[in-house]
Structure formats: C-alpha cells, structure tokens
C-alpha cells in the first residue's frame, strides 16, 4: 500500500512539473541602449516561432511564452541580440549599438536599399552631426562631413549662401549646383528655409550609377533631403534650443593714426609735394578704429518644438522652429520662422497616403550694400578722422588732398542704408501608395514648391551714393514648381534571386516672374522706400519671367544572387522645354556591379573580414546647361527717337541657337568597402573619371556678323579623383566608448576643348585689377594669370618679369624685349586643393559626450584682392595694411612693401597670390545626458556647450582662407575681395524628450 502511494505521489508531482513548465506565463521586459535609453519600436521575437511583440515608445514590451524560451530582440542600427528568458518574468534588455551599419537603409532615387546592398557610390551624413553645429542654412552643416564634397560659405553675412561641388566642376557655363531632393521632391530653391533640426538624414549620391535616375539634373551629382516622420508609439514632445554669442573669427592689422600720418607725409616727400599731407601730427588726436566701431559681437540663437505620434495605422511629427541671427556687422541679420508637418496614414491594406508641408518666412536684413560697400570703406577710411565731428554730424573722410574721391563715412553705410529682402517659402508634396500585391505597389504624388520674395532698399541722401535727395528700389518675384511623379515598384525573393524593379513616369514645371522699381530725389528721408511715388524722379521699371518644363520616363533593376553578387541597370529619357525641336530629348544609361566578396566560402576563414565588397560602375548624365529661351534669337529695348518724339525701340539682342543641346557625362566609378575586427574598423575607396562634353562655350563672331558672339557646345572637361573614408570603433564598452572618422578627397580637372583652342578670360576681379583668371585648354578651370613679381627696381617701383615667348613645344621663339605686356602673363596659381579633408572624434564617458570635428584643404592659392587697396603703397591715399611700414627706401631695398608713392605701378600679379591651404577646427561640442530614470514623464534630457569655427591654422594673411567673394557659378574662383568677414560662435544648449 505504502508502495503504491508513493508511485502515486510521484505521478502527480511529474505531471505538476510538467504543467507547470507547459503553462503559459507573462514576461514584461524593457529594451534599451547601453546608455539606459529606452529603445521604441525594437522587435522582440521569440525564436523558432512567429509569436513577438513590438517595444511601445518607453521601449515596454508585454509577451506571452510557455516555460524556457529564448527571445530574439533587433532594432534598426543595433545588434541584433538572443536573450535567454529562463523563469523571469521581469527583464531588461540592453542592444549594442550596430558600429558597421549595414543594415542601415539609406535612401536613393526613388527607394532605399541597405546600405551593405549598395552598387553606387552613397555618402550618408547622420542627424546628430548636423546638429552638432549651430548654423542657419543645412548646407553650412555639411562643411567637410562627405568626402568628395566641397561647402565653401560666399560670405559671413547671416543667412548667406553657401557653393557646393561634388567631385569637381563640370561645366563653364551650364551651372554646377547638385540636385537638392527634399522628401522626394526635386526642388528649385535648394537647401534655403529648410530648418537643420528637421532632418532625419541627408544621403548624397556620387557616382552615375546613382545620380543617373535623375537624369538631365544627375551630373552635377544629388543631395537627398529626408526630414523626420512621425513614429509608432506614445505622443511625445521634443524641445531643443540653442543660444550662442558670435564674434569676428580673425583680425587684420591695420594702420594706426599717428602709423597712417607717418605713410602719408612719406608719400608726400617722395612724390614732391610743396608741404606734407599732416605738418603738425598733434593736432591730430582722433584715432578710430572703424572695424572696432562696424563690427561687434552679436547674438544667434534657435528654438525648435517637435511633436510625434503614431500608432499602427496613422503617425505624424510636426515642428516648429524660429532662428535668430544677429550679423556681426551692425544693423544686418538673418530671421525665420519654419513650420513642419510630416503625417502618414494607413487607410486600408491597399492604401497608404501621406503629406510632408513645410513653410517658411524669413526677414533678411542687410547694411552697408550687403555689407561690402560698409566692409571695404572701413577698411580705407583714415584713422585720423572721428565717426563724428563735434556737432554730432558724419564726420567727413575724403577730405584730404590725396583721399579717395568715392569714399564715404562708413558708419553711414550702417545708419543710412535700409535693405531688406522678405521671403516666403511653402513647399507641399502628398503622395497615395497603393499595395497592388504583396510585391508590387503603385506610388503617385503630387507637389508644389512656391516662393515669393519682396524687396525694399533705401539710400539717404547723406550718403554719397544716395545724393542730392535720396534713392529708393523695390522689387518682387513670384516662383513655383509643380511636380507629378508616378512609380510602379516590384519587389520579390526567389530562393537565391531578388529583384527590386521600378517603372517611372515624371512632369515637371517652373515659372516664375519678377517686378521693379526706383525712385530718387524725396522731400524726406524718413519715409525710406515705403512710396516710390513721392520721388520727384522716378525711373524705369522693369519686368519679366521665365518658364520651363521637363517630362521623363525611368527605370531601374536591381538584382541580387544569393546575396553576393549585386548587379542595377537604370535609363531614364528626359524631354526639356529648353532646347529646340530636334534636341529636346535625350536618354540617360547606367549599370552598376558589386561583388560581396565576404560572403564567399573561400572566406570563412578569414574571421578577421567582416566585410568586403568590391563595386564597378558607369553611366551617362545630362545637364540642362541652357537657360529657357536661350535657343531663341533674342532683342533687347532702348530709347530711340522716332517721328522727331523719344521713344522705346528694339535692337537685335543675340542670334538663335536651334542647336544647342544637353551637356553630357560619363562617369566610370571603382570602389572597395572593407570592415575588419567585427567591423569596428571599416574602409572606402572611390576611384572615378567624369568626361564632360558638349559644353556650352562662347565662341567670338566676326565683326561683320553684328553680333559680338554666340554660344555653342564645344567644349569638353574631364574630372578625375580618388575618395577614402576610414571609421572606426577604437572603444566600446558600458562606461566608455570613442569612434573616430576619417575622409579625405582629392579631384584633378582639366578642361580639354575650347573653341577654336583659343583662351578664354573671365571678367575682372574688381575695378583695379585686370581678369585674373585664365580658360585654357589643358589647364584646369579658372588658374590664375598674371604678371611674376620680380622685386623691386632702382627707385623701389614695382618691376616684374620679362619672358621670352615660346611656341607650344616650349621652344623659344623670341628673346625678351625689355618691355612688359601681356605676353609676358603666366599661369601663377591654382584655386583647386590638392586635397580635402575631414577628421571627427566622440568620445562617451558615462553621461559624457565630447565631439570634436576639423576640417581642411591643403594645396590651393587664393587671390587677395583686398590687398590691392590695402598694400597698394598708398597710392590711393585709404589706409594701408601694417606691412607697408616694411616699405622700400634707399637703405631698406629687401622690404615687404614697394616704395611709398603715388607713382607706383600695380598689375594683377604673383604679389596678390597666396597660399590658402588651412586646418580648421570647425566644432567642439561637449555634452551630458542628465539621467532621466527618475522622472516618469521626461523620456530624455540633455545640456551642451559648443564651440564652433575656434581655429584655423593658416598662412594666409586674409580673415579666413574658406572663401568665395563672388556668386555660385561665377567662373572667378578662389577670390577674397572684401568679403564680409566669417565668425565663430560659442554656444549653450538645452534638449528635453516629454
């Protein structure tokens, strides 16, 4: 009996422990970072099965399992992780950050692919490094973060634009601005009114095998926008902002009063004057500094707000961003407001639509002519003058006998001149996605790009410029683009095969026009340009517009074999408006192919691989290089007296050109991506060669002709160069980690047909300076040309080289002849960097994080035309850098600076040419993370100071060797010509996460 009871006993507790282990149980867990940072929409699976949950946005999870189980929890840029569960009931998981990121999706044109599945030549800039910097415009931010990227920033005006080149210059005069794709949109504006806190990421496509399925637009490469959107989870309120004070970056040494009375009184015995310019330097007593009384240190500051939610079936985040930049110069500054909205809605399974709107209205305020007029008569105007004279009027500063005649009190420049340009920007694009099948979808959207801009300038009449009574100028333009694209997309897995396919049809328009007006000679000054009509001398005025459309058929397959071998065929045929019937379309072809070489058996013992993919690619592009109409012969109006009464008549303006046609691209890319150690260290290698040809080039007509040219393609240009990314992850660990990056770039281009093979020379660097730049075939684009200083003869004038001239095999056909003309100009600098490069180091520690980012460029000589009037022996009486003090005498024939004299003679020469190669330290941001595990409602917080624009460590003797002193597209590159000066910027900042 005992016996039996024991058996019986022992049935039961087996099958107890056998339902107890059967029985289903609870397990709410928490998925974080290593950090403690909740981590939302993180997949928690549980292995061997389809049974998991999805992390809410506190990073919470709530699964059901029965006994034992292993989960499987991934999150898109971490490792994916196996969690054994055991009996808990209550887990945290902690993710690894994924320090390769080839999981990562990076967007393309029309789609995204894994970054590991990419064939082309993609550079990614995260959100975080873009806000590492406080900046008013997203392309400053890009300053030295992609390699093969060139940001140079035209001004240190608040709000100023900015050139980008991606791998080099292609064209002359067909423009070479990248693309700018914002949400899919292709948009006519650029990066302007685009809040830098609203963006999730920015990807820029390089190469022809990605730039291609844009066709026309791709040659001058891509920059693909994406702003944030909302996500799965609970409602949640983001505020991040920013206030920082900015101060002039870099001084130059200028002439003091009683150093500017010495110069002068020299000027005056070496020139013979029958008594010196200041005979009793005492009396002077005034000694201004006039860039210490234009410029001080100004105020920047940004406030964003951001609100996200979603859930299954709708997500939406909208913001809010107001940006404040006072300008360094008084009286100029740079304001907007941004608002943002990014919603997506499930309607059904088949439907998806969603909306991304973005408006802005920025006030740009300007002094002294947008500050160049104010910069370059500071610069000039003598110290020995006071801002005011002892009535309190504007002191008057061309009143010496060897004064510039045009120059005028600079202060004016700041109190006197009122220009402002008002701005409205909306952009609005919505797209319907319909799920067709499981694999293949239809997306067709619909948006609109609209900007107007109104302009009011206004001259007292105490100024010079704006004399006897006054000027006044407004202007107004309206532009717009509608665009529709229509994508069909297949996406499939066959066993070992899959094929991401898409078929594409594409519209679209711009218009835009424009209005002006002017008036002189008001009763008042105090009304400014507010009523033109109460000038007594209005001018005329003037209108017009442009218009242009362009439609397009696409394609693309990309197709992968095992997940190994990666091959992408695209075309896309574009129709243009611009060209004239016969050449308005043109078809544009690439293919690309990638090899994942880790991925083969014969590597599996290389354990120390993690990655390595070799990629080849080629492809045509397009340029639509001609404005609208310019195929078109065009006239021009002017007064004209006719029937004995002035009136408006037309006068042939240039000939018609029904032959112009698309400047083209091939583009042959070679490139290697290469992670070892886990990929904690990981290489890219680009290697490229871009042909450009049928460039649009001026070509001279004969006199006889009527016309003085005409513009035809027949030009060519090659660009070639190597690329090389380094990263790595040289700690990682819970309390400390450090990665660094590491680009550097390096381009060659050389323009190898002109028309006729003959010189082209730009215009003038400015209204004392011959064209310093040269367009010769076999050079690259805009060297510099010029005269070779040759020290200084007997009297300490100015002398410079006389070369013998050669024929074109070098040998010498002419001895010199004593005489210098423009045949003995030389090619005497290059505005294009041997190399760029940029270096970034983040270093964790704990709640820590210090973020240290330089950049440069080695190799390149800038012109300094400031220094003609700044270095210019006083020949025309402004002030004078210190470096004439060093100035020639009988005793002193080895100086810096030529004899002190109004009989000197300048040319545009090696004496104006300097080395620009710098390092700069663009940003030093430390940060910490204030633990936030103790306060339910605050998701995450976080206080910051940075520092930006520091040091630059340079030889050049300019405020700052980052430089363009003319527009986007003018062909004189690498100009300083009183450029209104640069600055740095110490900042603090806030960010919460509600």
Known sequence: MKKNLRSILMILFLVSCWTTYGQDKTINGIVTDKYDQPLPGASVLVKGTTNGAQTDFDGKFTLTTNGNTILIVSYLGFVTKEVSVDRQTQITIKLEEDISNLDQVVVVGYGAVKKSDLTGSVSSVKAEDINAVPVSSLDQALQGRASGVSVVQNSGIPGAPTTIRIRGTNSIQGGNKPLVIVDGFPVVGGLDGINPADVENIEILKDASSTAIYGARGTNGVIIVTTKKGKEGKFSVDFDSYYGIQEQSEKIDLLNAQQFIEIANKRAVNDGEATLFFPDPSAITADTDWIGELFDASPVQSHTVTFTAGNDRVKTSQSFNYFNQDGILKNSGFERATLRNNTEAKMNDWLTISNSLILSRSDRQFSGDGGNRAVIEAHLAPPTVPVYDENGDYSVVNAYPFSPGALDNPMKWINEYDDEILSTRIFDNFYGLFTITPHLTFKSSIGVDYTTRHTSRYLSRLLLDGAPGGKAFRGASESYSLLNENILNYNKEFGDHKVDAILGYNWQTFKSTFISAASYDFVTDLLGSEVLQDGSSPQPSSSGGSEWGIASVLGRINYSYKDKYLFTVTARSDWSSRFAKGNQRATFPSAAFAWKVSKEDFMDNADWVSNLKFRASWGK????????????????????????????????????????????TDQFDIGVDFGILKNRVRFTFDYYYKKTTDLLARV?????????????NIGEMENKGIEFNVDANIANNEDFSWDTTFQISRNRNEITKLARGADVFPPRVNNLISSFHILREGLPISMFYGFVNDGYDANGQNQYLDFASTDSNGDIVMEPDGQITDADQRVIGNPHPDYTFGFGNTFK?????????????????????????????????????????????????????????SNNLFRGSTEFIEDGSYIKIRTINLAYNIPTDKVSWLNNAQVYVNAQNMFTFTKYSGYDPEVSGYADGDLRLGVDNNVYPSTKVISMGLRLGI
């Open 621 to 664: 592009t397009g340029n639509q290089a001609v404005s609208p109409f310019q195929t078109w012969a065009k006239v021009g109006s002017t007064l004209a007296v006719l029937g004995g009464e002035l009136g408006v008549g037309f006068v042939p303006g240039t000939p018609a050109n029904p032959n112009l046609k698309w400047e083209t």
């Open 700 to 712: 001279d007509l004969p006199s006889s002709v009527g016309f003085n040219s005409i513009t035809q």
């Open 845 to 901: 520690y704990k709640n820590f994080t210090l973020n240290v980012f330089l950049e440069g460029a080695q190799g390149f000589d800038l012109v300094w035309g400031t220094k003609f009037q700044l270095r210019n022996s006083f020949f025309r009486g402004g002030n004078q850098l210190t470096d004439v003090l060093n100035h020639w005498t009988p005793t002193n024939t080895n100086p810096s600076s030529p004899v002190i004299s």
